[in-house]
């Protein structure tokens, strides 16, 4: 039996769950939204304790990344993403997220063959692209500023 593209997609569109978008969407918003909240609140709270703008934003970068961090470790980010979807993909911690469990999911062959290698399955590509990016964006202000 040869299927076309177009059986498949059928046959595939019937397998597949219905998704509750009227669910998901405002979920995805408010755990999304509740994240940045902390966020903000964080930055105020170093903001408040004497940092400079700046600095207060890394701090609190850096805060929202070990706190997922920690969440993932403790099972109790992925609860949350559950319920939130991509309200909680969207922000850094999202991120920390996807380095993190697949970390703890192959910590048992070791520090460097499973820790150390997971950690950068997903960090990888990211510090690739990143720095690459970094790059030629350096060299498009380089260019644009001798002229």
Do not use: H, W
Not at 72 to 80: H, M
Request: some cysteine; proline content about 4%.
């Amino acid at each position: 039996m040869k299927l076309t593209p177009k059986d498949y997609q059928g046959m595939a569109d019937k397998a597949a769950p219905s998704t509750k978008s009227y669910i998901t969407i405002p979920s995805a918003f408010v755990i999304g939204g509740a994240i940045c909240m902390l966020g903000q609140a964080i930055q105020t709270l170093y903001i408040t304790m004497g940092l400079e703008r700046d600095i207060a934003s890394s701090s609190t970068s850096v805060t929202l990344i070990l706190l997922s961090a920690l969440l993932t470790g403790l099972q109790v980010y992925d609860k949350i993403a559950r319920y939130g979807g991509a309200g909680t993909l969207v922000p850094i911690t999202g991120f920390a997220n996807a380095m993190v469990s697949p970390a703890l999911e192959f910590k048992s062959e070791g520090l460097v063959l499973g820790l150390g290698v997971k950690l950068f399955t997903i960090a990888g590509p990211v510090i690739v692209y990143g720095t690459a990016a970094g790059f030629v964006y350096g060299l498009i202000i380089f260019f644009f500023r001798l002229y």
